[in-house]
């Protein structure tokens, strides 16, 4: 690549981010002078009682609403897989 053509790509690439550090300068400041840039304030969470059902998890969100269901003496499968997979290298070690 000769020297003219990096200077070339030098001065396109200053060019480039001079607009955008002007454009984010420029935007700021009308956001500031119009209003807009004023912090909107934030509503707290509502407390959501517990259930009487202590297996089934329930939460909420503005766009979506979650209900996680416990089992009892429920094993990962990534526990199980692990203890088949050990069981070959130490049969009956697990009773």
Known sequence: MPV??????Y???AIVYATGVWTMV?????????GRLEDI??????AVPLPEDKTRLFFFTEHSKV???CQ????PYTTRIYN???S???PGGDE
């Open 4 to 9: 003219n053509d990096v200077w070339k790509w």
């Open 67 to 69: 209900v996680v269901v």
């Open 88 to 90: 070959f290298n130490n």
């Open 84 to 86: 088949f997979i050990s």
């Open 41 to 46: 304030p934030v509503e707290k969470e509502k």
């Open 26 to 34: 420029g935007t700021y400041a009308v956001y500031k002078y119009t």
């Open 72 to 75: 009892k003496d429920f094993v």
């Open 11 to 13: 001065k396109r690439m």
